[in-house]
């Protein structure tokens, strides 16, 4: 039988795929009644925290993960992502994961560059 993932496996596992643009993969790390808190948005249930974080990831071009830490239920991973609108945004995420599927994420970053590029846009 195969050993479960740790939560740090899953959630980078999920942010690199998610990053990449495999959203069909990054889904199969979240389960159906995820919740999601972030600095922009909250979402409750897969289908809606998969359409927030698509729109998202069409403008991500790049991942580099800083550090991953976790237990047997939780992870947290600083990451900056390059991205063509925003620049490169560093920040950081929690998720709680149960059977090997995230049912909790919070994000936090410095929402500036994304306030500032939808100014302009204005």
Known sequence: MPEQPTPVDVAT??????TSHDMTTAASWVAEDVEFEGPLTQAKGLAAYMEGLAQFAG?????QILAAVGDDQRAMIMYEVSTGPFGT???AEHFVVSDGKITRDMLVFDTHELRRA???QA
């Open 13 to 18: 596992a999920f942010t690199e795929a998610w």
């Open 59 to 63: 403008a991500v071009t790049g991942l």
């Open 89 to 91: 945004l560093r920040a």
């Open 118 to 120: 939808r100014g302009a």
